[in-house]
């Protein structure tokens, strides 16, 4: 467009998604030894989508400088045409010269003059050679992964996916589960019966794990085959991750339902465990870009390890991370501690 501020109104009303203006006189006004400028407008109040702006002022600000040098280097290279050729004169004379002095200083003189004027031939004969594309770019780069499979946004982001469902389906139906026993009067039905609170919660485990499992099969099963999504490490270590994040998520469910008064209470805890497992996991954020404070909430949640380690497996071909491993086994071994606590006071305190 010709008109800047019509084409920052459209900006205004969000039409068009940037408005760069050119320099008018961008020759003058280097030749005066003076930056022209390109003013890029944009209507982002995104930090995120202002740094991308940023950085496509700067690629773009540099391309242009690229061009502007190779057409430089070109007519240059042009003009030292007349140059070489008035050089290479100089030389045959020079060579003349030298034939008709005697020996003496002046033919070493004249061959020093002849020697200084050819290697400036040859070096003007190298730079006519060059590509102007190669003097302006000398350098490149040439990116490797160390995985040869190429991943689209789908295939990166379906590890944190699945772990995001099961963890919420563990969740959501451990923490309705002995809430609901409560309010209906199923738990004092465990209270006389001959068995203990450890067993009672053992049980529950071992039934929700048993339906898990068949869940996150099935979930796998749709993600390697429907979506492609690639599993470049063990299977046995990819199922050991899943059944030690469903251990853990149903020690948190167990918990929550252990905690809460009514049905309404243990969903609103579900979801917002599922919100800050959302923001702070390194589902949505790089955790390299949270500050400390915020860490030490993203390495609490289960969905943090899940996502590192099904990360690794699947997508890099690596065998689990030990560390990370034994991490979220020690938080859903200290939940099913604690949830047996809260069982066996639930049950004496309640029925006694």
């Known amino acids: 467009m010709t008109d800047k501020e019509q084409a920052l109104a459209k900006l205004a009303l969000n039409q068009t998604d940037m408005v760069i203006v050119v320099p008018d006189v961008p020759l003058e ?19 995120f989508q202002v740094g991308y702006i940023q950085s496509v002022a700067r690629a773009y600000v540099d391309e242009i400088n690229s061009q502007f040098l190779q057409s430089m280097v070109e007519q240059q290279q042009a003009d030292s045409d007349s140059l070489q050729s008035n050089l290479k004169t100089a030389i045959v004379k020079t060579q003349a010269l030298q034939q008709a002095i005697p020996t003496g200083d002046g033919n070493a003189q004249a061959a020093i003059i002849e020697k200084d004027l050819t290697a400036l031939y ?5 730079f006519r050679s060059l590509a102007s594309g190669i003097m302006v770019r000398p350098f490149s780069a040439k990116i ?22 099961l963890q919420h389906f563990s969740i959501t139906f451990a923490s309705l589960s002995i809430v609901r026993e409560t309010r209906s009067g199923i ?16 049980g529950k485990y071992l039934s929700y794990l048993f339906f898990e499992i068949i869940l996150a099969g099935i979930i796998t099963a749709l993600a390697v085959w429907l979506l492609k999504i690639p599993i470049l490490g063990h299977m046995q270590d990819y199922a050991l991750v899943v059944v030690v994040l469903l251990f853990t998520s149903l020690g948190v469910g167990f918990f929550i339902s252990l905690i809460s008064e009514t049905d309404t209470q243990a969903v609103q805890y579900s979801m917002l465990l599922l919100l800050a497992s959302i923001f702070f996991s390194g589902f949505f ?12 909430l993203a390495w609490s949640l289960p969905a943090t390890y899940g996502i590192r380690m099904l990360q690794d497996i699947m997508l890099r071909g690596a065998s689990i991370p030990l560390l990370i491993f034994l991490g979220i086994a020690a938080i859903g071994i200290v939940f099913f501690l604690v949830d047996w606590i809260l069982l066996r006071k639930k049950m004496e305190s309640q029925y006694a």
Request: glycine residues 2%.
């Open 144 to 165: 490797f992964g160390l995985s040869d499979i190429q991943l689209t946004v789908t295939g990166f982001f379906a590890p944190a996916v699945i772990v995001l469902l």
């Open 285 to 296: 954020l790089d955790l390299r870009l949270m500050r400390e404070p915020i860490t030490v």
């Open 122 to 126: 040859e070096k003007l004969t190298t």
């Open 29 to 47: 006004t280097i030749q005066s030894n003076q930056q022209a400028e390109f003013l890029v407008y944009h209507n982002e109040v995104d930090p």
């Open 187 to 202: 738990m004092e039905l465990f209270r006389v019966s001959p068995i203990t609170a450890f067993e009672t919660l053992a």
